[in-house]
C-alpha cells in the first residue's frame, strides 16, 4: 500500500525560510514532487525531482525553492526561501510509481505573513 506525508508547513513571515518534507513508502518513486494550491487557485507545479536526479520548477519558485530527495528514505525535501506572500497555498507532495502514476498526500499548509 502506497503512503504519502508531509510535513513541516506552517506560519512564516514574509522573507522567511520553510523546509517541507514528504515521505513515501509502498514503492519505488521514479520521481518525487511538489504542487500548491491556493484559495480560488488550480493547482500548479512547484517542483519536481526524479529519482536519476533531474528537476524542473515552477517559475514564479525558480531562484527561491530548492527540492532535494534521500532515494534510500522515498523522501523529498523543499528548502523555500525569501517566502513571498502570493506562495500562501497548501502544499501537495505527489509521489509517482512507473507504469502506476502518481500518487498524493493529504497537503500541508503553507501560510506566509507580511
Known amino acids: 500500500q502506497v503512503q504519502v506525508v508531509e510535513s513541516g508547513g506552517g506560519l512564516v513571515q514574509v522573507g522567511g525560510s520553510l523546509r517541507l518534507s514528504c515521505a513515501a513508502s509502498g514503492g519505488i518513486f521514479s520521481v518525487m514532487g511538489w504542487y500548491r494550491q491556493a484559495p480560488g487557485k488550480e493547482r500548479e507545479l512547484v517542483a519536481t525531482?526524479?529519482?536519476?536526479?533531474?528537476?524542473n520548477y515552477g517559475d514564479s519558485v525558480k531562484g527561491r525553492f530548492t527540492i532535494s530527495r534521500d532515494n534510500a528514505k522515498n523522501t523529498v525535501y523543499l528548502q523555500m526561501n525569501s517566502l513571498k506572500s502570493e506562495d500562501t497555498a497548501v502544499y501537495y507532495c505527489?509521489?509517482?510509481?512507473?507504469?502506476?502514476?502518481?500518487?498524493w498526500g493529504p497537503g500541508t499548509q503553507v501560510t506566509v505573513s507580511s
Open positions: 505527489d509521489a509517482a510509481i512507473s507504469g502506476l502514476g502518481g500518487y
Open positions: 525531482l526524479t529519482i536519476g536526479g533531474r528537476t
